[in-house]
């Protein structure tokens, strides 16, 4: 697959706005409890962790009440949903107190029924895409409150696509341009580059004219980095020296950007062959030994942590929004192409999480919800 690279993206790019200059002002405002919201008296399906554990033993059809908006909300009737290793961390164990029965799922497209009175932009019966945060009820269900600067019109998108974009799509895009800043030239190391978050990374750093290393296991995985998503480098992390390699292509001097996208070992590793004053973003939560520490600190180098529903503990501006919009006309243009490789009924879920859980998937894996 050709992908673009040319001076439209500088143009692109210098649509976005600056992070700081309309940071939103937390002075006399008071934030809502970022867990609870909410409820209707009317109920709906949704499929329901009960426990946390095996996907097979918590998941539950059950009869759930639906969501009211706040100010800023769009109720979604949800079409379609997606499944992200972000549910399958939470049902296993959630990182934050949550109530039970939850509801998961943090991707959406769906048909707009009612919105909140702040909201702007958006009316009802649009169709949209969003990402609802994972501090409240997700899209595995009939409907879902989503906050509106996270969402954007679905416009020529399937279904399956748009749902298939949000958190992955504005993780990669934060992590590369918000968080490493990488310029057309760099070259960087993207880690798992058939996943979720990696294919939308991968075709996003080529579009901006970075030379990008990438890494898979898998046979039909490192053939569609290669052929599909146009990465310079594919290095097979089961057969090959990670380290060597990425020293070996940067000419010994290591990889000044890296985005993790795996965590654990993956991390470490990352800073075995981290360039001097390299930067490394990794979208796990990560911890360091002493050792690692100590190598951290005498190779100067920086890192960066990146969580797409951080700023959903803080009112939001909508620069989350704007970018999901730039994400949509990108998949409009074919300049980006997200992959789907499975769609399950909502009955289905907890055969999704295990699809997830074994890595033996590429791009996203979508749940249908409602037909229509």
């Keep these: 697959m050709h992908l673009q690279k040319s001076t439209a993206c500088g ?32 109920s709906m399906k949704a499929n329901v962790i009960t426990a946390h554990g095996p996907a097979r033993a918590v998941f539950e059809i059950r009869e759930m009440p639906e969501p009211v908006a706040t100010a800023d909300d769009l109720i979604i009737k949800v079409l379609t949903t997606s499944v992200n290793p972000l549910d399958c961390r ?31 932009g958006f009316k009802i019966g649009d169709r949209v895409t969003g990402s609802p945060t994972p501090f409240r009820s997700g899209a595995n269900a009939s409907y879902v409150a989503v906050d509106y600067r996270s969402c954007a019109l679905a416009g020529r ?41 990696g294919h939308m990374a991968v075709q996003i750093a080529k579009y901006v004219g970075c030379k990008v290393i990438t890494t898979a296991s898998r046979e039909e995985s490192l053939e569609y980095c290669t052929s599909e998503l146009g990465a310079d480098y594919v290095l097979n992390y089961r057969e090959q020296d990670i380290k060597a390699a990425v020293m070996d292509l940067s000419e010994g001097k290591g990889a000044a950007l890296i985005l993790d996208t795996v965590g654990g070992s993956t991390f470490s590793q990352c800073i075995d062959y981290a360039a001097i004053t390299g930067h490394i973003c990794t979208i796990l939560p990560v911890s360091t030994n002493a050792q690692e520490g100590y190598q951290l ?10 969580f797409m529903g951080g700023p959903s503990r803080n009112p939001l501006n909508n620069r989350q929004g704007i970018i999901l919009k730039r994400l949509v006309e990108m998949t409009e243009g074919g300049t980006l192409r997200p992959h789907v490789s499975k769609v399950y009924p909502l009955k289905e ?3 999704a999480h295990e ?10 894996i979508i749940i249908r919800v409602n037909n229509n």
């Design 90 to 120: 939470i049902r296993n164990k959630a990182s934050v107190p949550r109530d039970l029965p939850l509801i998961l799922g943090f991707d959406v497209c769906g048909v707009v029924v009612e919105k909140g009175s702040n909201v702007r």
């Design 349 to 351: 879920l907890a055969l």
């Design 355 to 364: 699809q997830i859980e074994t890595g033996h998937t590429t791009g996203k």
């Design 11 to 42: 143009r692109w790019l210098s649509k976005m706005p600056d992070c700081a200059s309309n940071a939103p002002d937390l002075t006399n405002r008071s934030v809502r409890h970022p867990v609870t919201f909410a409820q209707k008296s009317g």
């Design 157 to 197: 998108l399937t279904d399956e696509i748009a749902a298939a974009i949000p958190l992955a799509g504005i993780t990669a895009f934060e992590a590369l341009l918000d968080r490493l800043h990488i310029r057309s030239g760099n070259l960087v190391v993207i880690h798992a580059g058939a996943g979720g978050v």
């Design 297 to 306: 600190l005498l190779k100067n180098i920086t890192v960066s942590y990146q």
